[in-house]
């Protein structure tokens, strides 16, 4: 239903996309362009000899975070570079998720300046077209349009993904258009897009739950088909960087634990940070992510009746997976969790979207989206507030 104040809603909206492409540019820098949003540490041994040739911003070394990685590798994509590898960290770890250095190495092509240029704002352009494509299921016309489309765009998680170019914004994005092609009747299709989507981050494969649920035995050998489709790029990739690194290709992948058990480790630790002498909002923030995912993924589990729609399927499987991460992923300090469970956030508003009563919308909404709050010290779009 459309408000009859549906103009300001739509201006409000264009107004915010305004002033996050104003808030993008202040990291503009002569002479290096927009890798300030990379985060690359000081010059060092870490560096590759292709990233020595190419100015780029470089930040303190406790600023720095993993977008660098993932930059590096696009200057070097088919792994002909030796010196790349002493920019990794863990090196299996970081080959595995190679589909955005692809994307930035194509549009960049081939060239080592609009290569970093293509990185560092390939996650701006998803969020454009993010913003774009959420009207489909959040349109901005009404109160309630309007604080959904805010909640998913101008998320903790998704606005860290954009500041440190790192791979989750490109992931919501591809799994956006895998649930699409579902609703378009194009499930194979969307196996397809989820199969490329794991490239870019193995937990992308969950979108696979988006598929029809299958009822005939024709549909169950659809959905076979379209397994195949969203495991073979990876068990391909894995091939071949299995002739690189031999038996470590799996580094990295020790992130699970018993149910339940990063997260009560995570919350002892925010609540902790509550003690008296806290700094106010600043030390809230902890707090504040993760009872944003909490009420997320109890919402899901509640709304268990909804089992029919894409996005429940897909946030339920986001929100299985919160209840088994370890700490180190959990712990909102590192800015992993609302990172990590961006197709959560997004399913949760969606879903929220239908809820008819008022009083039980916005309580929802407020607890559920109380990310925002610490959303806006990440890329604070309107900085004289800050």
């Given at each position: 239903?459309?408000?009859?104040?549906?103009?300001?809603?739509?201006?409000?909206?264009i107004?915010l996309?305004?002033?996050?492409?104003?808030a993008?540019?202040?990291?503009?820098h002569?002479?290096?362009?927009?890798?300030?949003?990379?985060?690359f540490?000081?010059?060092?041994?870490?560096?590759?000899?292709?990233?020595?040739?190419?100015?780029?911003?470089?930040?303190?070394?406790?600023?720095?975070?993993?977008?660098?990685?993932?930059?590096?590798?696009?200057?070097d994509?088919?792994?002909?570079?030796?010196?790349?590898?002493?920019?990794?960290?863990?090196?299996?770890?970081?080959?595995?998720?190679?589909l955005?250095?692809?994307?930035?190495?194509?549009?960049?092509?081939?060239?080592?300046?609009?290569?970093l240029?293509?990185?560092?704002?390939?996650?701006?352009?998803?969020?454009?077209?993010?913003?774009?494509?959420?009207?489909?299921?959040?349109?901005?016309?009404?109160?309630?349009?309007?604080?959904l489309?805010?909640?998913?765009?101008?998320?903790?998680?998704?606005?860290?993904?954009?500041?440190f170019?790192?791979?989750?914004?490109?992931?919501?994005?591809?799994?956006?258009?895998?649930?699409?092609?579902?609703?378009?009747g194009?499930?194979?299709?969307?196996?397809?897009?989820?199969?490329?989507?794991?490239?870019?981050?193995?937990?992308?494969?969950?979108?696979?739950?988006?598929?029809?649920?299958?009822?005939?035995?024709?549909?169950w050998?659809?959905?076979?088909?379209?397994?195949?489709?969203a495991?073979?790029?990876?068990?391909?990739?894995?091939?071949?960087?299995?002739?690189?690194?031999?038996?470590?290709?799996?580094?990295?992948?020790?992130?699970?634990?018993?149910?339940?058990?990063?997260?009560?480790?995570?919350?002892?630790?925010?609540?902790?940070?509550?003690?008296?002498?806290a700094?106010?909002?600043?030390?809230a923030?902890?707090?504040?992510?993760?009872?944003?995912?909490?009420?997320?993924?109890?919402?899901?589990?509640v709304?268990?009746h909804?089992?029919?729609?894409?996005?429940?399927?897909?946030?339920?499987?986001?929100?299985?997976?919160?209840?088994?991460?370890?700490?180190?992923?959990?712990?909102?300090?590192?800015?992993?969790?609302?990172?990590?469970?961006?197709?959560?956030?997004?399913?949760?508003?969606?879903?929220?979207?239908?809820?008819?009563?008022?009083?039980?919308?916005?309580?929802?909404?407020?607890?559920?989206?109380?990310?925002?709050?610490?959303?806006?010290?990440?890329?604070?779009?309107?900085?004289?507030?800050?």
């Amino acid at each position: 239903m459309t408000s009859k104040n549906a103009w300001v809603y739509r201006g409000t909206a264009i107004g915010l996309v305004v002033l996050f492409l104003a808030a993008i540019a202040r990291f503009y820098h002569p002479g290096t362009g927009f890798t300030a949003l990379i985060a690359f540490p000081p010059e060092g041994d870490f560096e590759s000899e292709a990233l020595k040739r190419v100015p780029h911003y470089q930040h303190p070394a406790s600023a720095s975070y993993d977008g660098q990685f993932y930059a590096q590798r696009a200057l070097d994509p088919l792994f002909r570079d030796p010196t790349t590898e002493r920019g990794m960290d863990l090196a299996p770890y970081r080959a595995r998720r190679i589909l955005f250095s692809w994307t930035a190495y194509a549009l960049g092509i081939g060239r080592p300046s609009w290569i970093l240029q293509a990185y560092a704002l390939q996650n701006v352009v998803c969020w454009l077209v993010v913003a774009a494509l959420l009207t489909r299921w959040l349109r901005p016309v009404t109160g309630r349009g309007l604080a959904l489309w805010i909640g998913c765009l101008f998320s903790h998680g998704l606005l860290w993904s954009v500041r440190f170019s790192l791979l989750d914004g490109p992931s919501l994005l591809l799994t956006m258009i895998a649930i699409v092609a579902v609703e378009a009747g194009h499930p194979l299709l969307s196996s397809g897009i989820v199969g490329l989507n794991a490239l870019g981050r193995e937990t992308n494969v969950i979108a696979l739950l988006a598929q029809p649920i299958p009822r005939t035995l024709r549909e169950w050998g659809r959905l076979l088909l379209a397994l195949a489709f969203a495991v073979l790029p990876t068990l391909i990739w894995l091939d071949f960087l299995r002739a690189l690194y031999r038996s470590t290709t799996l580094a990295g992948t020790n992130t699970f634990v018993f149910p339940g058990t990063g997260i009560v480790e995570s919350w002892r630790a925010a609540l902790l940070a509550l003690a008296p002498g806290a700094d106010g909002l600043r030390d809230a923030m902890p707090a504040c992510m993760l009872l944003a995912i909490s009420v997320q993924a109890v919402f899901v589990f509640v709304r268990r009746h909804e089992y029919a729609e894409p996005w429940w399927r897909v946030a339920f499987g986001f929100a299985v997976m919160f209840l088994l991460l370890d700490r180190s992923i959990v712990d909102p300090h590192n800015g992993g969790l609302t990172r990590v469970m961006l197709p959560l956030t997004v399913g949760f508003n969606i879903l929220l979207a239908r809820e008819p009563r008022p009083t039980r919308f916005w309580s929802w909404f407020v607890a559920g989206n109380i990310h925002l709050l610490p959303a806006y010290y990440v890329l604070p779009v309107v900085p004289w507030l800050r």
